[in-house]
């Protein structure tokens, strides 16, 4: 989460919690100088007890975003963290990026799902990748936007999962976020890819909408969490070749 008052000067928030007696165990603050409005959107524990990986995003003087991956040890101190940005507009200050969710690999590297755009107000687009190692610092595998046929649409990517082999495909990501096409008509896009990023397949439905979850099942289908009719919360069961099974 944050820390801070004021939405301009606050940190990233990081705190590990006693199951048993509710008490905080440690608690840590991560900034960085000449940026503020740190927020954290999502934290997963790496394998073996190695420590945490935290994505998120930091804001600049003009509005401008960054997007934020700080891996720690077990006990939150930081090992890492480095800020991303999209090549294509490095030369707009009011450049807008943000990470929203991370799964680590086999690896020891790291898939990440988020958005980017030129400038505030205009639509997001999805923004995928993966770091070579464990650690954004050292560069990305590959970094790739989507749904690039739907002229501005906008497609803020929430959340990934690893996808197990299936369908005649190998192993990869499925990925998932809300959806706005350019005449107004929302819902929410689901994608597949390889382990390398390109896609296998993807779709956008109008009967889910704000979808902020995925998840791979033992199956080798996935399920979908949204908003469905009447403003109810809704899942949403995708087959390993990307039909809805059910909602």
């Given at each position: 989460?944050e820390?801070g008052?004021?939405?301009?000067?606050r940190?990233?928030?990081?705190?590990?919690?006693?199951?048993?007696t509710?008490?905080?165990?440690?608690?840590?603050v991560?900034?960085g100088?000449?940026?503020?409005?740190?927020t954290?959107?999502?934290?997963r524990e790496?394998?073996?007890?190695?420590g945490?990986v935290i994505?998120?995003?930091?804001?600049?003087?003009?509005?401008?975003?960054?997007g934020i991956?700080?891996?720690?040890?077990f006990?939150?101190?930081?090992?890492?963290?480095?800020?991303?940005?999209?090549?294509?507009?490095?030369?707009s200050p009011?450049?807008?990026l943000?990470?929203?969710?991370?799964?680590e690999?086999?690896?020891g590297?790291f898939?990440i799902?988020?958005?980017?755009?030129?400038q505030?107000?205009?639509?997001?687009e999805l923004l995928?990748?993966?770091?070579?190692?464990?650690?954004a610092?050292t560069?990305?595998?590959?970094?790739?936007?989507?749904f690039?046929?739907q002229?501005?649409?906008?497609?803020?990517?929430e959340?990934?999962d690893?996808?197990?082999?299936?369908?005649g495909?190998g192993?990869?990501?499925v990925?998932?976020?809300?959806?706005?096409?350019?005449?107004?008509?929302?819902?929410s896009f689901?994608?597949?890819?390889?382990?390398?990023?390109?896609p296998?397949?993807?779709f956008?439905?109008a009967?889910?909408?704000?979808?902020?979850?995925?998840?791979?099942?033992f199956?080798?289908d996935?399920i979908?969490?949204?908003?469905g009719a009447?403003?109810?919360?809704?899942?949403?069961?995708?087959?390993?070749?990307g039909a809805i099974?059910w909602?």
């Amino acid at each position: 989460g944050e820390l801070g008052s004021n939405p301009l000067n606050r940190g990233i928030l990081l705190l590990k919690v006693n199951s048993v007696t509710k008490n905080v165990m440690w608690s840590h603050v991560y900034a960085g100088t000449g940026f503020s409005g740190f927020t954290g959107t999502a934290v997963r524990e790496r394998s073996g007890k190695k420590g945490f990986v935290i994505t998120g995003r930091r804001t600049n003087a003009v509005g401008g975003m960054e997007g934020i991956v700080i891996v720690t040890d077990f006990n939150g101190n930081q090992i890492s963290g480095c800020s991303v940005r999209d090549t294509r507009y490095v030369a707009s200050p009011q450049a807008q990026l943000s990470l929203h969710d991370v799964r680590e690999n086999p690896d020891g590297s790291f898939t990440i799902v988020g958005w980017t755009r030129r400038q505030a107000q205009l639509p997001r687009e999805l923004l995928c990748l993966r770091t070579i190692g464990p650690s954004a610092c050292t560069g990305f595998a590959w970094s790739r936007t989507y749904f690039l046929g739907q002229v501005n649409a906008d497609l803020p990517g929430e959340s990934l999962d690893l996808a197990p082999a299936g369908a005649g495909v190998g192993g990869g990501y499925v990925f998932t976020g809300p959806w706005t096409a350019a005449s107004g008509l929302s819902g929410s896009f689901v994608l597949r890819t390889q382990a390398n990023g390109a896609p296998v397949w993807q779709f956008t439905n109008a009967s889910l909408q704000d979808a902020q979850s995925i998840r791979s099942t033992f199956a080798g289908d996935y399920i979908v969490c949204g908003t469905g009719a009447g403003n109810q919360g809704s899942l949403m069961r995708v087959n390993a070749a990307g039909a809805i099974a059910w909602q």
